[in-house]
């Protein structure tokens, strides 16, 4: 059977290459791969948080989305998308579905910030983007400086990495946790 990842983001402000590169590397490995924004609207990417850079297909509403269909989840980075992603209430209900079904999720840059307000990055050893170290450490996170963090701890495997530059690291281990 196939892998399926799901992509979640929401439909302005995410980082191009981390929303691309890891569509492009889970595809290029056969995984099967949904982006769901939510609106459902396809998704304007920015570069350095600023810059307006391609647009994204969505496939699908995050609202109609389930972690009993996928075997990943991606939540890339962008500092407006993930603090919108973060009140967004099926954000946060795809993070808590994954981690409660022990299904590994993966978060660059600033994406780390939804697991705060899902509740589940307590006692989880990770890395981000060094600006939200603090609001991570203060939800019980043990933050670490490193290109990639892989932590198994609380049933369920989380995936981090800081930022764009690390996506090399990052991709290859979405696609060896799921391939």
Same mark, same amino acid.
């Given at each position: 059977?196939?892998?399926? #990842?799901l992509?979640a983001?929401t439909?302005f402000g995410? %980082?191009e290459a981390?929303i691309?590169?890891?569509?492009n590397?889970?595809?290029?490995a056969g995984?099967?791969v949904?982006?769901?924004s +939510?609106?459902?609207e396809?998704i ?6 600023? +810059?307006w #850079?391609?647009t ?5 509403k995050?609202?109609?989305?389930k972690a ?5 989840l991606v939540i890339?980075g962008?500092?407006v ?7 967004? %209430?099926?954000?946060?209900r795809l993070?808590?579905e994954f981690?409660s079904a022990?299904?590994?999720?993966? *978060? ?9 307000? *899902?509740g589940v990055a307590k006692?989880k050893?990770?890395?981000s983007?060094?600006?939200i ?5 203060n *939800?019980?996170?043990?933050w670490?400086? %490193?290109?990639l963090v892989r932590c198994p701890?609380?049933d369920w495997?989380l995936i981090?990495s ?5 996506l090399? #690291?990052?991709t290859k *281990?979405?696609?060896? %946790?799921?391939?």
């Amino acid at each position: 059977m196939t892998a399926r #990842a799901l992509i979640a983001v929401t439909d302005f402000g995410v %980082e191009e290459a981390e929303i691309v590169e890891p569509l492009n590397a889970l595809k290029k490995a056969g995984i099967e791969v949904t982006v769901a924004s +939510n609106s459902g609207e396809n998704i304007q990417t920015v570069t350095g948080d600023k +810059n307006w #850079a391609s647009t994204v297909d969505a496939d699908s509403k995050l609202s109609d989305a389930k972690a009993a269909d996928y075997d990943l989840l991606v939540i890339p980075g962008g500092t407006v998308n993930a603090d919108a992603l973060r009140v967004d %209430e099926d954000g946060r209900r795809l993070v808590k579905e994954f981690s409660s079904a022990g299904k590994p999720v993966g *978060a660059i840059c600033h994406g780390p910030w939804v697991l705060i307000d *899902a509740g589940v990055a307590k006692s989880k050893k990770l890395t981000s983007y060094i600006s939200i170290r603090p609001d991570l450490e203060n *939800a019980g996170a043990n933050w670490v400086d %490193e290109e990639l963090v892989r932590c198994p701890g609380n049933d369920w495997v989380l995936i981090t990495s800081r930022n764009p530059n690390d996506l090399p #690291a990052f991709t290859k *281990a979405l696609v060896d %946790e799921v391939a």
